[in-house]
């Protein structure tokens, strides 16, 4: 039954009861104007006896209605006023002046308790717009799921604000498409890796803190409140990374290059989606800073381009070795502030197939006939053990 349907029924009620418990009075009412009459005329008639006549004493009634399971008090009281003289008026015009001096004293009071509300609004609970029930645990900032972006290698803090939490236990969980870890329970942390953790801030704040944020934590994850049934909070972690690409002399993206004794190096590291500063774009090997390298002049035919920004987020700095020898040979790594890498692995020849060797100067060589059977052979043989 519905709320509406129910308070119509509860209006309906207390309108038959008014009615009844009118009539009701009306009907005392009429009684006991008799009885104030009578007890007037007969007052006369023993005034006109010479007798002394007592105070009439106030009358006081009770109307029960047993349908209704509830008492009403009724009290009426009369102030009956002697008369001088018995021949003033008659009988009949005695009662009927004494009646209505009735209406100078106190009126007549009826006395019933107020209605009362149907039960069900007493339990009834205000709810905010996401369903949650206020007498219980609900997350302030709603369900979610909410959008979070970071930079790799950066930390990040997922919000999980929760209002009456009382007694209940709060979990975080990893959820991805093929895997479910547990991060934290309560203020303890359950993962084996160490940088997932529960920072918690005071009053309601049972967030989670990952360090060194790398694009492997990408994944959908969830505050839990210990409910039946468990409520749940999403936050999916979205991880951004600058874009790294080496290209040639000629513009052609490479991972590993050949060339010859003395010939000139030209290698470019383009960086996309760069938010840090151009001079945090710079060469390696080995983990030593080859800016610095060519500055001290240890490697006189090395020489290195600082960061230049190109673009709206696009920084690119270039690697040259004027005449580069044997001990060149090595991995090259372009790197962005320790959080992205690209590397090329550049091999310095000593004449050795000098038809595969990229002079710095004349361009790409032109391949021997040999080497093209042998390019045709290696195709066949992939070809075949794809089928």
């Not at 005329?41 to 009439?56: F, S, T, V």
């Not at 944020?213 to 049934?229: G, I, K």
Request: contains cysteine; positive net charge.
């Amino acid at each position: 039954m519905s709320k509406s349907t129910v308070m119509r029924k509860w209006r309906e009620r207390g309108l038959r009861k008014g009615c009844e418990l009118a009539l009701a009075n009306v009907g005392l009412l009429i009684l006991l104007m008799g009885a104030g009459a009578r007890t007037q005329q007969l007052a006369l008639e023993e005034q006109a006896a010479g007798g002394q006549q007592a105070a009439p004493k106030p009358l006081t009634l009770m109307s029960g209605n047993s349908s209704l399971a509830e008492w009403h008090s009724v009290e009426v009281e009369s102030m009956l006023l002697a008369k001088g003289s018995a021949g003033a008026t008659t009988a009949a015009d005695a009662s009927s002046e004494e009646v209505f001096s009735t209406s100078t004293a106190e009126p007549v009071r009826i006395t019933q308790p107020p209605l009362k509300r149907p039960s069900f609004l007493d339990h009834a609970h205000l709810h905010p717009p996401d369903g949650q029930r206020r007498y219980g645990p609900y997350f302030e900032d709603g369900l979610g799921p909410f959008n979070v972006t970071a930079r790799v290698g950066s930390t990040v803090l997922l919000d999980c604000r929760i209002g009456m939490l009382q007694d209940k236990t709060v979990t975080w969980i990893q959820r991805k498409e093929d895997s479910i870890h547990l991060l934290t329970v309560g203020k303890q942390a359950y993962s084996n890796d160490a940088r997932f953790s529960l920072n918690f801030r005071y009053p309601n704040n049972w967030r989670l803190q990952i360090l060194f944020v790398s694009r492997r934590d990408e994944a959908t994850y969830e505050c839990q409140v210990a409910t039946h049934p468990p409520r749940v909070l999403q936050v999916k972690l979205r991880v951004s990374a600058p874009e790294l690409h080496i290209l040639d002399e000629h513009g052609h993206a490479v991972w590993d290059r050949y060339y010859k004794v003395g010939s000139r190096v030209e290698l470019l590291c383009e960086a996309s989606r760069v938010q840090e500063s151009p001079s945090t774009v710079e060469w390696r090997q080995a983990g030593v800073s080859l800016a610095a390298v060519a500055k001290n002049h240890s490697r006189p035919e090395l020489s290195v381009t600082s960061g230049t920004l190109v673009g709206k987020d696009t920084v690119r700095t270039v690697l040259t070795l004027q005449r580069a020898r044997k001990e060149d040979s090595g991995n090259y790594t372009c790197v962005v502030a320790d959080i992205a890498e690209a590397t090329v692995t550049v091999h310095i020849l000593n004449g050795e197939l000098p038809a595969a060797v990229q002079h710095g100067t004349s361009g790409q060589a032109p391949v021997t006939p040999l080497l093209g059977v042998l390019v045709i052979l290696s195709h066949l043989v992939v070809t075949c053990q794809s089928r």
